[in-house]
């Protein structure tokens, strides 16, 4: 049985991993590590853990078939959807499959900590009031399109009538802030 402070970390970035786990250990965390589904799923007893730290990206696995998987199998998990790819829809869609946060990378492990202790579920999403850049309003419409096409590159670029290859150098740029 897990103590009350127990995490896992559902993230393919292994030196991120380490860096995370050995912060969230010196604050008296038991702490699982997984880099993929498959990782994860080899995990026993997913019930006696009661936080979640979920990137959106993991390589070929998205980090919203691991928030379905992480809540079918613990529905009381409060999970952290943590990632450096941000877009509203992803994040709107995080928080509808029941991450209870939602932060981008970077981010310190105070403000990790904060939201995952946070006594109640946010269910929204903080939008600033300024109005995005163009290049801002273009990633948000690709990262839309890329969810509802469940993030196959090839279906979404037919439907943005845009080559697979450009989609991709896209996809891969960081998004700008605003």
């Known amino acids: ?10 993230d393919d970035d292994v030196v991120f991993c380490k860096t995370l786990a050995r912060s969230l250990i010196k ?7 997984a880099h993929n589904l498959s990782e994860l799923q080899a995990i026993p007893n997913l019930t006696d853990i009661h936080f979640g730290i979920v990137d959106l990206r993991l390589g070929e696995d998205s980090g919203l078939k ?4 992480l809540l079918a199998a613990n529905a009381d998990l409060n999970i952290l959807m943590l990632t450096a790819y941000a877009s509203i829809a992803t994040t709107v869609e995080a928080i509808k499959l029941g ?8 981010a310190s492990i105070e403000e990790i900590l904060e939201k995952l202790n ?4 946010t269910g929204e999403v903080s939008i600033e009031d300024s109005h995005l850049s163009v290049k801002r309003l273009e990633w948000e419409h690709l990262q839309k399109v890329l969810l509802e096409y469940d993030g196959n590159i090839s279906a979404a670029a037919r ?8 989609l991709q150098r896209k996809l891969q740029k960081k998004p700008v802030k605003r």
């Open 118 to 121: 946070s006594t109640s579920a």
């Open 159 to 166: 439907a943005l009538n845009m080559h697979r290859r450009t």
């Open 1 to 10: 049985m897990m103590s009350k402070h127990s995490i896992i970390i559902v």
């Open 99 to 106: 991450a209870k946060n939602y932060l981008t990378k970077p």
């Open 66 to 69: 691991v928030i379905k998987y």
């Open 27 to 33: 604050r008296d965390y038991e702490v699982l590590v």
